[in-house]
């Protein structure tokens, strides 16, 4: 499986300001993708970042708010935009397998955000 | 659309007391079927992925199965350190590869 970082860890944030997050990944990955947990809830699927092309977003979040860069094949960041407190989640990285019948899904250790 | 609905949505263990996790799914054909292991703070920790109806798989304590409707967890013999919350997420097919995650059940096992 791949090893997978996130940065920062967690932060606490103003609102009206911008985060960015990033997350790095210990191998080259074709899938990598975004989802959100705010509190008490379970996964939400933000985006999927795609090597070299714009992001495929959800139902329910859009690219301004949530902009994403997908440099190369180890690398990802996303931004979340003119924060607000319902922002305040944790944030997780996730990657698919590397190998083309390998379906499985790693995810990064998660950047908790809180916004006041 | 797809959905997974877990049950129950948390369950308190005595220390060796065996019991199971439901994970109900409807989806437009499965690709695969996954339990994920998270603890409090941290990222989800891959578990099993389940592919066929029938298929079984063991790690530990845990044994994963799967019908054509649902998974279930079974946790043998529990231990304290296994008290985490268990996710279920149903991939479908098509180039996307994304999952679609059940709210989770909170198992707290008690010394």
């Known amino acids: 499986s791949a090893v997978i970082s996130q940065k920062p860890s967690r932060d606490i944030c103003q609102r009206g300001t911008s985060l960015t997050i990033q997350c790095q990944v210990d191998?080259?990955?074709?899938?990598m993708f975004w989802y959100r947990q705010q509190p008490g809830q379970s996964l939400t699927l933000i985006a999927t970042?795609?090597?070299?092309?714009?992001?495929?977003?959800e139902s329910g979040f859009v690219i301004d708010k949530f902009p994403i860069s997908r440099p190369n094949l180890t690398f990802s960041t996303l931004t979340v935009s003119n924060m607000s407190p319902e922002d305040s989640s944790i944030y997780l990285c996730?990657?698919?397998?590397?190998?083309?019948?390998?379906?499985?899904?790693?995810f990064g250790p998660g950047t908790r955000l809180t916004v006041t | 659309e797809d959905q997974v609905t877990q049950s129950p949505e948390a369950l308190r263990l005595q220390e060796g007391e065996s019991s199971s996790l439901n994970c109900s799914y409807t989806?437009?054909?499965?690709?695969?079927l996954f339990w994920y292991r998270q603890d409090p703070g941290k990222g989800p920790e891959f578990l099993f992925t389940?592919?066929?109806a029938g298929e079984e798989k063991e790690k530990e304590r845990l044994k994963a199965t799967l019908t054509k409707k649902e998974s279930f967890l079974h946790i043998t013999a529990p231990k304290p350190e296994d008290s985490a919350t268990y996710l279920c997420?149903?991939?479908?097919?098509?180039?996307?590869?994304?999952?679609?995650f059940g709210s989770g059940t909170q198992l707290t096992v008690l010394p």
């Open positions: 989806v437009s054909g499965l690709r695969g």
């Open positions: 996730s990657v698919g397998g590397t190998s083309g019948s390998n379906y499985e899904q790693y």
């Open positions: 997420a149903v991939q479908a097919p098509g180039s996307a590869r994304q999952l679609t």
């Open positions: 970042a795609n090597q070299g092309s714009e992001a495929t977003y």
């Open positions: 389940l592919y066929s």
């Open positions: 191998s080259q990955v074709t899938m």
